[in-house]
């Protein structure tokens, strides 16, 4: 593993992470996931630009790379932490310990975060959007993009080669043979559009609104190349990537028209019947569907999808009088990431009492959504019911239809 060329001076070394951990503790990684920082040298001083918590060898790789380049964490000037989080400083005591002339930049909220993670109290400045540092012919000026995805938040601008290095802002998850846009492969392709989308969905979502003014206040810049904490970088094509994070941050309450993700769960059967009606009269009626099953799939992936949704369809049985607590846990990770204005129906069968409708009407109020229909049955489906799904299949997809 050799460090990444960006252009003269300037260097990404990162790790590849294939992990059965969680990201964040929550979200699944079945393609793993890279952490990048980036070393600029200018003709009189060096900046390191984010770090990495030591995961799976992390720092150990991280190391030698930067061995390889002739450098060593003592001949670093700055250390600039675009973003708190510990995947992104974790090595940070050890990288302080034996270097006195290093300066921390970071944004005034992160100043006690670094004191409250890490117990490093000085050499630790605050800077601000226009700030910049001269590194001899090489120049960064810093942007706040708060809440993306945390307050403390900022962006590092590299004028001379026209980089924004824009930390977990215009990432993904998955690991990638290559390492630049241009020379991805189909597959990879395949896979990195998606995992952009879920990485966005699951972690950004609900800064969405701070997304779009990010994207609005960059637009001043000049940006050729675009290298984030996660995943690749973005040399040929930047606008690629920002355009999808638009897009992205836009689905929040305009979500695309077309598509329809069904989330279902059942104890018995019953509330899983109806489902295969349900995806076959959408898709009769020219409608893309997205299928899950729940406990059976992960929240991320259900989040993933209802956030490109128009519409939303969502079966389960009541359960000791309240809804099946697996599909609780989805609609409150939809509700936490605001996935607002959608065309819902709800299904859903019950034994001796119901009550799911109770717990299901809330998020209808919070996450305003239009419920299109309610198809409640006790015990198994009648024939009036598979009319009535057929109805609401209609309805729904020429509520959601371009």
């Keep these: 593993m050799k460090p990444d060329k960006i252009v003269d001076g300037v260097y990404r070394i990162f790790a590849d992470i294939e992990t059965r951990d969680l990201f964040e503790g929550i979200w699944p990684l079945p393609d793993g996931v890279n952490i990048n920082s980036y070393i600029v040298k200018g003709k009189d001083k060096i ?19 930067i061995d390889s380049l002739g450098i060593s964490f003592n001949d670093v000037d700055y250390l600039i932490l675009n973003h708190m989080e510990p995947d992104h400083t974790g090595h940070l005591a050890e990288m302080v310990k034996d270097n006195d002339k290093l300066e921390i930049l970071c944004t005034k909220k992160a100043v006690p975060l670094v004191e409250a993670f890490y117990g490093v109290k000085e050499n630790v400045r605050a800077v601000s959007s226009g ?22 938040t900022m962006m590092s601008y590299l004028v001379e080669d026209k980089i924004l290095f824009s930390c977990d802002g215009f990432g993904s998850f998955g690991t990638y043979k290559h390492s630049f846009d241009d020379e991805l492969t189909q597959e990879e392709w395949d896979r990195l559009i998606p995992e952009t989308r879920r990485y966005y969905s699951n972690i950004v979502s609900t800064f969405s609104p701070f997304v779009l003014k990010a ?21 040929y094509e930047p606008k690629k990537i920002v355009d999808l994070y638009n897009q992205y941050a836009l689905n929040m309450n305009e979500p695309k028209k077309g598509m329809v993700t069904i989330v279902y769960s059942t104890m018995y059967g019953n509330s899983a019947k109806l489902i295969p009606l349900m995806q076959a009269s959408l898709e009769a009626e020219g409608v893309k569907v997205v299928t899950h099953q729940v406990p059976q799939e992960h929240a ?7 956030w490109d949704s128009a519409g939303l369809v969502f079966a389960m049985p009541t359960y000791e009088y309240k809804m099946f607590p697996p599909m609780y846990h989805v609609l409150d990770i939809l509700e936490r990431s ?65």
Excluded at 47 to 65: C, N, P, S
Excluded at 300 to 306: D, P
Excluded at 339 to 354: H, I, P
Excluded at 373 to 388: H, N, W
């Design 300 to 306: 991320s992936y259900i989040l993933s999808s209802a």
């Design 47 to 65: 900046a390191f630009i984010d770090l990495v918590k030591d995961w799976e060898g992390a720092a150990a790789k991280f190391q030698k790379q």
């Design 215 to 235: 994207i609005a206040k960059l637009a001043s810049l000049d940006i050729s190349i675009i290298a984030p904490s996660h995943g690749i970088i973005w040399r």
């Design 338 to 402: 605001h996935v607002n204005r959608r065309k819902v129906v709800r299904l859903g069968s019950y034994g001796w009492s119901g009550g799911a409708q109770k717990q299901f009407d809330p998020f209808i109020e919070s996450l305003k959504w239009e419920c299109v229909d309610t198809i409640e049955y006790q015990g198994a489906p009648t024939e009036e019911d598979v009319e009535k799904v057929r109805q609401a299949a209609k309805v729904l997809a020429a509520a959601v239809r371009p």
């Design 131 to 152: 700030d910049s540092i001269d590194l001899g012919g090489k120049t960064i000026v810093f942007e706040e993009t708060p809440n993306i995805h945390w307050p403390e």
